[in-house]
């Protein structure tokens, strides 16, 4: 009797483990994406560029990167000869521009542009910046960092692609059609910061704190961010993948101060304040903050999701079963976990002068990168609680944090739909959570549409050696920016 109700529950059991098969694999075959893909590539024909203006933009590409405009976190360090005369040679190379849109100095270096709209109503924010980061060593570059070389089919120096390809592409789309006399239908403002990498404040926070002072509506914002790539989205087989961040995560820094008393290296006590300090380090990377999909990255698996190899697909296609299995996969490499979690990582350490004494005080600064859904004030107590001594191990906060991105960008909108007609390829058009900060940050208090995204394939060297783009890649950024300028939502 008992055997026979056995016999009948594993033949229930045994069932709905068929049914769940069917329903995994039936999914799976009818998964396409979450979203209506918007198709790209219409705008890209149209080019009103001869070749020998293409070669003429390169060369103001080029001389561009000439100008060592290298940010600098102490302001005194800073070459501001080389910013002037950047400015200058801007001045010179866009003359329409600077007449007919009145740029405005802020903060000391950042360009603020005023297009007038034909009528009144909520504008436009592009971004860029002309800032760059140092270079380390040059002697290890292919090339000099700031000669501006073109080989290889490639422009190469600091800078070309955070962010002046960028810059240069928006001011060549701006004055060829201030060239055949175009204004827009609303204001629209270029942005053109002096400090984004060093954070923007005195730059981009400028021009946003201005158009908020007077009341300016705006209707949405684009800056750097993501970008088409080839090679950086695992699993779509070449298929170029347009990344479009629509929230960014927020950033802090804290300081981890240990303190206990010092003495001779030669009697040390049972735990020192670097023992302290190395115990309390290891208790922040034994407890990563918890992994999840936020509303981009979801969208992104609904997009991509379809394109993907069996065992992927069949794990995007039923993310209501297979998420924590996905968020394994991301967990599993570094650029994966930033996506899908804050991140904590111990950037300096500092402790002891001699050989002989035991130092007094150990100090840790770590760097976090808080995934939208926390907050700075949040995280903060998160790290508290983890630190079992608070007497002996204190946490401050140092500089200025950012929070994340609260809510996200709509991607079912006209701003997003421009964003990709104006694309240049077959590219599949996808939503991301941007990992890195940008200028874009500043303005999301004055629209939600705020965008990070620019239209470069598969730049190299970001912040690294041998920073360099396609040249073709240059010129379907210009096409983007023609074709998004002269498209604008009513
Ligand atoms: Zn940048």
């Not at 009697?267 to 023992?275: H, I, L, S």
């Not at 379809?306 to 697909?313: E, K, N, T």
């Not at 650029?335 to 005080?361: C, F, H, I, M, Y």
């Not at 939208?372 to 001594?389: F, H, K, N």
Request: with cysteine.
């Amino acid at each position: 009797m008992k055997m026979a109700s056995l016999i009948r529950s594993l033949r229930w059991l045994l069932l709905f483990v068929c049914l769940l098969l069917v329903g995994l694999v039936a999914r799976t075959f009818w998964f396409s994406t979450t979203a209506p893909a918007p198709s790209p590539g219409l705008a890209q024909s149209l080019t009103p560029w001869s070749s020998t203006q293409r070669m003429a933009a390169l060369g103001r590409l080029q001389q561009a990167i000439r100008y060592r405009t290298i940010s600098q976190d102490d302001t005194q360090l800073l070459d501001t000869t080389q910013f002037a005369g950047f400015r200058r040679f801007l001045a010179a190379s866009y003359p329409l521009t600077h007449q007919q849109l009145q740029p405005r100095l802020l903060g000391g270096g950042t360009l603020l542009f005023t297009w007038p709209g034909r009528s009144v109503g909520p504008g436009t924010v592009l971004l860029a910046h002309q800032d760059v980061v140092p270079v380390e060593d040059s002697a290890q570059w292919a090339y000099p960092p700031f000669g501006g070389v073109v080989a290889r089919d490639s422009i190469w120096g600091r800078g070309v692609t955070d962010n002046k390809a960028n810059l240069i592409a928006q001011l060549e789309a701006i004055e060829s059609l201030l060239q055949e006399g175009y204004s827009p239908t609303h204001p629209v403002y270029l942005v053109l910061g002096h400090d984004e990498e060093v954070g923007g404040w005195r730059g981009a926070g400028r021009a946003a704190a201005w158009l908020k002072s007077r009341q300016l509506p705006l209707a949405r914002v684009l800056d750097e961010g993501g970008f088409i790539t080839r090679r950086r989205v695992p699993g779509m087989q070449g298929r170029p993948v347009a990344l479009v961040g629509t929230a960014e995560k927020g950033f802090l820094t804290v300081e981890l101060v240990a303190r206990a008393p010092g003495g001779h290296a030669s009697m040390p006590a049972a735990e020192t304040a670097p023992d302290l300090l190395l115990s309390a380090l290891q208790q922040l990377r034994h407890h990563p903050f918890p992994a999840q999909l936020t509303e981009p990255m979801q969208q992104l698996a609904g997009h991509i999701g379809p394109h993907l190899p069996w065992p992927q697909r069949l794990a995007f296609a039923n993310r209501w079963l297979m998420e924590p299995l996905i968020l394994r996969g991301y967990a599993a490499t570094p650029a994966g976990a930033a996506a899908v979690r804050t991140t904590l990582a111990p950037v300096r350490l500092q402790a002891g002068t001699k050989d002989n004494v035991v130092p007094s005080e150990a100090r840790a600064r770590i760097n976090l990168r808080l995934l939208p859904g926390y907050s700075v004030a949040t995280t903060l107590q998160q790290l508290r609680a983890l630190l079992p001594d608070s007497s002996r191990v204190h946490l401050l906060v140092v500089g200025r944090p950012a929070e994340p991105t609260a809510m996200p960008a709509r991607s079912a909108s006209a701003d997003y739909e421009l964003i990709a007609s104006s694309l240049p390829s077959r590219a599949l058009v996808t939503p991301f959570l941007m990992v890195g900060q940008t200028d874009a940050r500043h303005f999301t208090g004055l629209t939600r549409q705020v965008f990070r995204f620019g239209p470069m394939s598969d730049p190299a060297g970001f912040h690294a050696r041998d920073e360099h783009l396609a040249v073709s890649s240059f010129y379907e950024g210009m096409r983007f920016y023609r074709h998004y300028l002269k498209n604008l939502p009513e």
